[in-house]
T-cell receptor
Framework: DTEVTQTPKHLVMGMTNKKSLKCEQHMGHRAMYWYKQKAKKPPELMFVYSYEKLSINESVPSRFSPECPNSSLLNLHLHALQPEDSALYLC??????????????FGPGTRLTVL | EDKVVQSPLSLVVHEGDTVTLNCSYEVTNFRSLLWYKQEKKAPTFLFMLTSSGIEKKSGRLSSILDKKELFSILNITATQTGDSAIYLCAAGTQGGSEKLVFGKGTKLTVNP
């Protein structure tokens, strides 16, 4: 099973709203990722959690707040977003540690529209 | 700065044609080269390559890595309309950073 699930599939929010994106995997992976992907561009890394600790933050604005409650779950809390934040938000997971590979498995993404 | 360059950026072929997609990379602490296929939503994993000269195959798709010349190719034979997608190449780095450096992708369109 190489499934990563994400909810919701689509989200429309106003600039004053607070919402959360959720990601779940049951592959025993201990690294989880958030990417942002604009149309016709490759995924851009936002955050990496390794063993439930934030290991990489690619200078993402504070209106995006990640959270990793346990090894299977990853959330992205959104607050006071801007229209330019509209994009496909992808979650991914991978193994880490000795003998691991770099293969990241992606979820289906959440299509976010900020009005 | 780490960099992955794919070519061509766009390719239009007819069903049955064979295509070769290119990926060159310059990354520090290179560990692996990955290929993904992206249709309407999330990228789906195709191959991971770590050793030079060893071809990986999956059906009509195959890929090989040249660590001396710092490039990889993805071949698709007997293309079908279902192969139409964006093909992403990414380089994985060592050092515990768990980062993938993505290229911009090659958009492949296969016409009937």
């Amino acid at each position: 099973d190489t499934e990563v699930t994400q909810t919701p599939k689509h989200l429309v929010m106003g600039m004053t709203n607070k919402k959360s994106l959720k990601c779940e995997q049951h592959m025993g992976h201990r690294a989880m990722y958030w990417y942002k992907q604009k149309a016709k561009k490759p995924p851009e890394l936002m955050f990496v959690y390794s063993y439930e600790k934030l290991s990489i933050n690619e200078s993402v604005p504070s209106r995006f707040s990640p959270e990793c409650p346990n090894s299977s779950l990853l959330n992205l809390h959104l607050h006071a977003l801007q229209p330019e934040d509209s994009a496909l938000y992808l979650c991914a997971s991978s193994q880490v540690g000795p003998g691991s590979t770099d293969t990241q498995y992606f979820g289906p993404g959440t299509r976010l529209t900020v009005l | 700065e780490d960099k992955v360059v794919q070519s061509p950026l766009s390719l239009v072929v007819h069903e049955g044609d064979t295509v070769t997609l290119n990926c060159s990379y310059e990354v520090t602490n290179f560990r692996s080269l990955l290929w993904y296929k992206q249709e309407k939503k999330a990228p789906t994993f195709l191959f991971m390559l770590t050793s030079s000269g060893i071809e990986k195959k999956s059906g009509r798709l195959s890929s090989i890595l040249d660590k001396k010349e710092l490039f990889s190719i993805l071949n698709i034979t007997a293309t079908q309309t279902g192969d139409s997608a964006i093909y992403l190449c990414a380089a994985g780095t060592q050092g515990g950073s768990e980062k993938l450096v993505f290229g911009k992708g090659t958009k492949l369109t296969v016409n009937p």
